[in-house]
């Protein structure tokens, strides 16, 4: 099970970390390929961050979000962040935290839904301008 946390309001420019935290399986996050993705409101679900399971941490990053956004996680707690800064208006959405088993498919395939399996419920961000 993947919840997701930290989500909230916030003016433009201002900044959130979101959190995903893996409970319920005896798994930790560093086992798998993890992503955050978003939805906006009459839009289809994009994957906006990945990071793969494999020893360099390969990171892959929407070109909306490049500079702004830090995709990270924290082994020892099973937690996977998005540390979101300069937040834009148009980053409004629900975020989602997405989870599969395996590596080294990040930099290809990271940030195509198809490729995950394991979905939280999501948490909400709004950017007010």
């Known amino acids: 099970r993947l919840v997701e946390s930290g989500g909230g309001s916030v003016q433009a420019g201002g900044s959130l970390r979101l959190s995903c935290e893996a409970s319920?399986?005896?798994?930790?996050?560093?086992?798998?390929?993890m992503a955050w993705f978003r939805q906006a409101p009459g839009k289809e679900r994009e994957g906006v961050a990945a990071?793969?399971?494999?020893?360099?941490?390969?990171?892959k990053y929407a070109e909306s979000v490049k500079g702004r956004f830090t995709i990270s996680r924290d082994k020892s707690k099973t937690t996977l962040y998005l540390e979101m800064n300069d937040l834009k208006p148009e980053d409004t959405g629900m975020y989602y935290c997405?989870?599969?088993?395996?590596?080294?498919?990040?930099?290809?395939?990271?940030?195509?839904?198809?490729?995950?399996?394991?979905w939280g419920q999501g948490t909400q961000v709004t950017v007010s301008s």
């Open positions: 997405a989870a599969e088993v395996g590596m080294g498919w990040i930099q290809s395939r990271g940030l195509k839904e198809a490729e995950y399996r394991y």
């Open positions: 319920g399986h005896q798994y930790n996050v560093g086992s798998y390929c």
């Open positions: 990071l793969d399971s494999n020893s360099d941490g390969t990171k």
